[in-house]
DNA sequence: AGCCAGGACACGA
DNA sequence: TCGTGTCATGGC
């Protein structure tokens, strides 16, 4: 079930230069794109009910209606394939939610609370910046920093008033006090740092991509502002590697109070049990008991 | 005013 | 290997 086969036979059609897209099961676009995994979607429309964002340099405006996914024009055929692939459309991921529940009633719970949550096929180094920007940090600023450095490097997105991400390279010729203006803080110098080395070649994503879990890891942790956390969202966020399991302040509290009965557990200790009890799947466990635990906000959770 | 936010790091024991 | 203070920044 965590063998990411794909199983959903995807249908396309063009309406008004709009594309609808049919066939994929368990998906909620807005829990997917407000969750907090990535930091470029907005709520727009008269209802809230569009998602626009950026991917891969591309301008997306997407509305869900029920099974119906609309990705509103300019929806030619490499955006549409660009929207199956980050959502992984594809993937049979009803019967994910249907594996992941099964583990025990706490993660039935948390399934329940997030269903159609999905994990996005982000852009390794977009990801990276997104989560050395993270630390200590809260959602709606980290997305604010990551518009603001898109406005200073990226290039204009046809068709938008947005920019894309900006390149290693470009963000490589900033300087320190430019990212720092861009409300980057603490993190300034390991973003500079980041953009140096992977432009210039002393770091290579694509080859982390294809390194296993825990040599990945250990490569993205070479980079300053890069610790476990960090790399676990990345390598998750970005990378494919669903063993990943990220623990944060939220993880850690759910963990604590939902299997541990609020008594003290170190992070090795969390992270041996989620492997033992999720394997494969750690990640998307991961995301629903994050999910889960946003959402009893505030302190449902907190102090057993 | 003080604490917290999808932490990492240097330091001391 | 463990705890602790510190790091910018903004919201509550």
Redesign the pocket.
Known sequence: MGDCVDHCELAFSWKNDACVITGFDSFDLHMTCQ???AFRWVRAGDSGQLEEGVVRGRFLRLEQRGAELVVHPPADDETVAIVADYFRLRQSHAALEVGIAGIDPIMARAVDSARGLRLVAQEPWECLVS??V?????????S?VVENLSRTWGRPVDGSLRYSFPAPNDLGCASEADV??C?????SR?ICEAAGKIAGGELDLDAVVAMEYHAAKQEL?R?????????D?VLL?SMGKFEAF??????E?AVRCLYFGGE?V?H?EIRQWAAASFGRLAGYA??YL?AYA?LSIPGKLRNG
């Open positions: 969750c907090g995994q989560y050395i993270s630390a200590n940090n809260s959602v709606a600023q980290i604010r720092l203006a409300k980057a803080g603490f993190r390991s942790m980079l300053r502002g890069v610790g476990e956390k960090v790399a969202c966020f990220p623990i944060d302040v939220w993880i509290r003290q170190s090795r991961q995301e994050f946003r």
